[in-house]
């Protein structure tokens, strides 16, 4: 029987919580925006990202998360995992990385870089 399921994953440099994802059931329609839907929430990591879906494709992912499989976490959805290195293959949290300004391409939002603390770069938002 599906349920909710919850998951800190800390961050490499200083223990501090690099994500907070919270996988949620549909709940009782009118209980708050989007809560008749099945959805994945990423908490913790430049504000709060929600992936909605099926419960079964949506717990796939989270127990990538969950073993730290963050490649094919990645392949199903890079902006979910953002916080996490691809390079040094580390978790960081948000203080830890530096966060640059975002780009714009034709006055309409692009991407935003960060660099992770071992000072690799990567879009950590698109």
């Known amino acids: 029987m599906p349920s909710s399921h919850h998951l800190t ?3 490499a440099r ?3 919580a690099a994500a ?4 949620l059931l ?5 209980a708050g925006p989007f809560s008749d839907r099945d959805r994945l929430e990423r908490a913790d990591f430049m504000g709060t ?3 909605f879906g099926a419960y079964a ?3 796939a992912l989270f127990e990538w998360l969950a073993r730290q499989d963050f490649a094919a976490a990645r392949g199903e959805d890079a902006d979910f995992v953002a916080f996490h290195c691809r390079v040094c293959n580390q978790a960081y949290c948000e203080k830890c990385w530096q966060i640059g300004a975002p780009v ?3 006055g309409f939002y692009d991407y935003t870089l960060g660099t992770c603390p071992a000072g690799h770069e990567q879009i950590v938002d698109d």
């Open 9 to 11: 994953l800390p961050c």
């Open 14 to 16: 200083c223990g501090r």
């Open 20 to 23: 907070e994802i919270s996988l």
């Open 26 to 30: 549909a709940s009782v329609q009118g």
């Open 49 to 51: 990202v929600t992936k």
């Open 57 to 59: 494709h949506l717990l």
């Open 104 to 106: 714009f391409d034709e």
